[in-house]
């Protein structure tokens, strides 16, 4: 079972559009998956034009690809190293929490998906940091 950063099944980010480096609706991952497509993020105006300005253009329809493009609002797996950029920029986009692949843990710390959380649990305590050992 795929695992998301809250510890709990991974749940689905989006099927309209269609996304995941699997195109399978989810921010599933694996060792081919190089750009770790492991956050779910509810994407800006800000924020996809930033990605356009890091060569990531999200935007643009490509019919080839099968590809509308994005729009604000859109949940799209994004790369966890693009999505750090962003927050570094301070444009970073809204996160899934429950939709976001634990594997962006070794890159994005916890606290600081939290900061952008857009999903609250059934169980908000999972929101909590665990008590130190």
Same mark, same amino acid.
């Given at each position: 079972?795929e ?5 709990? #099944? ?5 099927? *309209? +559009?269609v ?26 105006? #800000? ?22 493009g994005?729009?604000?609002? *859109? ?33 994005? +710390? ?8 857009? *999903?609250? +649990? ?5 929101? #909590?940091? +665990?008590?130190? #050992?």
């Amino acid at each position: 079972m795929e695992r998301n950063v809250l510890g709990t #099944e991974l749940e689905m980010c989006s099927t *309209d +559009p269609v996304t995941g480096f699997f195109r399978d609706g989810t921010c599933r991952t694996d060792p081919q998956d190089r750009g770790s497509h492991t956050i779910c993020a509810v994407v800006t105006a #800000e924020f996809l034009l930033h990605q356009g300005s890091i060569g990531n253009d999200l935007s643009t329809p490509m019919p080839q690809y099968r590809f509308a493009g994005l729009q604000p609002g *859109d949940r799209w797996c994004v790369t966890a190293m693009n999505w750090a950029r962003a927050h570094n920029d301070g444009v970073a986009a809204p996160v899934v929490l429950a939709s976001t692949h634990e594997a962006v843990l070794g890159l994005v +710390p916890l606290d600081i998906l939290k900061q952008y959380a857009v *999903d609250v +649990p059934a169980d908000p305590s999972q929101l #909590e940091d +665990p008590p130190a #050992e």
